[in-house]
């Protein structure tokens, strides 16, 4: 049985950012990439988990149970919006015509999708904790496209002036995948004064399906008169399995096996805890420092097709695209292989620092790094992000506002709120009202039960 979702490269980056964008102001509040900084709070439970898994252990609630969380996040050094004339326009502002472009020869696409199911986390002892949790992921990734050549194939060539363009170490990648996490967190050092705590999540993956492109050089030039194009370079086209003719369809009843890993250790400083053997969490900490590796691991997919075309050819007809794999095959001599492929999970490290300032005040500072080769279009990645997030924090409320300086030059603030079962917020709502061009959003939202200790 097909499924019904189409991941084509194309149309899906603009679904995408257009249903980020329209998310971000429905919910109409939030935090960053993938719950990054709901994740910081001390009460976050299992969303602790995914970002940190010794948050596992140790934490100030004694089990939590997650319904359903979704984070969406998307953005591009390409597109720009005014999110007032949406807001503005009575539903006439049109994608295409009224969003402002940057062009380059290395534009930037992505776009991040975490629905985090039905998951859950309790304390076995005072020392140590489990959780188990449930996920569905996809990332879109394009990197280093040359802008001007990928507006051209957008507007179908309507343009009335020459252009040339040189691209280098162009890669793309769709990958969609399920996971079910097993986490496990221990207390490793227990002092009045110093606590530090560690633990790992083992993950089984169920992909669902990549689409993977390449060019180490692709060069070229526009003739308007003739409506042709001459290019030269080469490109590679991959599937992780066969795809129906004219459309890229992911199949989700076939699916391919892998595994995860996630590793984390906090340390916590305690200069007020007494020497009374009370545990930790009924302390609050002055100062607490944690660093973490998430999405160790790849899904192997056996029987992936790569279509390497030669792009050495001149004056192409363009006055007519529909589709551009049809418009290759038409025009353009390629090699057809099958191979195993894997595709690297977005791999990351995470560095952060929270500072309690007063009894119910904290600044958290987060450092975010992908570990997957920016060129590689057999990985997904994060983007490089650095968040800044003072909060106030209780245990049935907590406020945070995220100050975000983002890879590709984007700085974005916004604001988060955490309400019992509830959590709705954005790391990038503010700035989105007040920017005439924003060039990323985010949303959060979350439902689930949180069982507090006494």
Not at 13 to 33: D, E, G, P, T
Not at 80 to 89: A, E, P
Not at 180 to 196: C, F, K, M, Q, S
Not at 425 to 442: H, M, Q, R, V, Y
Request: proline share 2%; hydrophobic share 35%; with cysteine.
């Amino acid at each position: 049985m097909k499924s019904n979702t189409q991941l084509n490269l194309k149309e899906v980056l603009k679904k995408q950012l257009i249903l980020s964008v329209f998310l971000c102001f429905a919910v109409n509040s939030m935090y960053s990439q993938s719950y990054v900084g709901h994740s910081i709070d001390n009460y976050s439970g299992v969303h602790g988990i995914i970002y940190n898994p010794s948050s596992v252990v140790g934490s100030k609630v004694r089990a939590d149970i997650n319904l359903v969380s979704a984070s969406f996040f998307g953005g591009s050094d390409y597109f720009g919006i005014n999110v007032g004339d949406i807001i503005n326009g009575d539903g006439e502002f049109d994608f295409d015509e009224d969003a402002e472009r940057f062009t380059s020869n290395n534009n930037n696409f992505f776009v991040n999708v975490d629905v985090l199911g039905p998951s859950f986390m309790f304390n076995l002892s005072p020392r140590s904790s489990i959780g188990i949790t449930s996920r569905v992921r996809a990332f879109v990734n394009i990197n280093n496209i040359n802008g001007e050549l990928f507006e051209s194939f957008e507007d179908g060539f309507d343009t009335d002036k020459d252009f040339e363009f040189n691209s280098e170490n162009l890669s793309a990648n769709i990958h969609a995948w399920g996971e079910v996490g097993l986490t496990y967190g221990r207390i490793l050092i227990d002092r009045p004064h110093h606590v530090l705590k560690g633990g790992f999540t083992l993950k089984y993956l169920q992909g669902a399906g990549s689409i993977f492109v390449s060019s180490r050089g692709l060069q070229g030039q526009y003739d308007s008169n003739d409506e042709t194009i001459s290019t030269n370079g080469e490109l590679s086209y991959g599937t992780s399995r066969d795809l129906d003719d004219n459309n890229d369809d992911i199949d989700f009843s076939d699916l391919s096996a892998g595994f995860g890993a996630d590793i984390g250790f906090t340390y916590e400083w305690h200069p007020n805890r007494e020497n009374n053997g009370e545990p930790s969490y009924k302390d609050s900490y002055r100062l607490k420092v944690g660093v973490s590796i998430t999405d160790i691991g790849s899904i192997n997919y056996e029987d992936a097709i790569v279509n390497d075309y030669s792009l050495d050819v001149d004056n192409v007809d363009v006055s007519d695209i529909e589709d551009v794999e049809e418009f290759l095959d038409e025009n353009y001599s390629s090699t057809e292989t099958r191979e195993a492929t894997k595709i690297q999970l977005p791999t990351a490290l995470h560095a952060m620092v929270d500072y309690r300032l007063a009894k119910k005040w904290y600044v958290s500072a987060q450092a975010d790094f992908s570990l997957t080769d920016d060129n590689s279009e057999l990985g997904s990645r994060i983007i490089n992000t650095i968040v800044i997030a003072p909060r106030l924090e209780t245990k049935w409320f907590s406020l945070y506002a995220p100050l975000s300086f983002r890879e590709y030059g984007d700085t974005s603030f916004g604001a988060g709120l955490r309400f019992g079962p509830l959590t709705v917020g954005s790391g990038s709502a503010i700035t989105n009202l007040i920017s005439d061009s924003s060039k990323t959003t985010d949303v959060f939202f979350g439902l689930k039960i949180p069982l507090y200790r006494k």
